[in-house]
Nanobody, 119 residues
Framework: QVQLVESGGGLVQAGGSLRLSCAASGSRGSIRTMGWYRQAPGSQRELVATIGSGGITNYPDSVKGRFTISRDNAKNTVYLQMNSLKPADTAVYYC?????????????WGQGTQVTVSS
């Protein structure tokens, strides 16, 4: 079983930057697509960014050009570089991964990390 541990959240002023990290540990199955999602109070969880095992990325228009997802397979870590942050980016950010192991394919989530952008 792969576990995801997130770090890097915090409080930042509008226009500032944060870099989130999500480290995978445990089983050494193939980590396929990884992604970041966020959820603001009273809102549904929404996609922030995804990155496939081959490096193909996907972003919604709300973050395109400001956020960059990347992964370091040697470190089993995915990152989210967030620049030009806006108060609307305030949310709990969750790391997600699709893992292919020998006998199963499954999805797992991190615990979430709070990002707060002040105006």
């Amino acid at each position: 079983q792969v576990q995801l541990v997130e770090s890097g959240g915090g409080l930042v002023q509008a226009g500032g930057s944060l870099r989130l990290s999500c480290a995978a540990s445990g089983s050494r199955g193939s980590i396929r697509t990884m992604g970041w999602y966020r959820q603001a109070p009273g809102s549904q969880r929404e996609l922030v960014a995804t990155i496939g095992s081959g490096g193909i990325t996907n972003y919604p228009d709300s973050v395109k050009g400001r956020f960059t997802i990347s992964r370091d397979n040697a470190k089993n870590t995915v990152y989210l570089q967030m620049n030009s942050l806006k108060p609307a980016d305030t949310a709990v950010y969750y790391c997600n991964a699709l893992i292919r192991e020998v006998l199963r394919t499954y999805e797992t989530w991190g615990q979430g990390t709070q990002v707060t952008v002040s105006s």
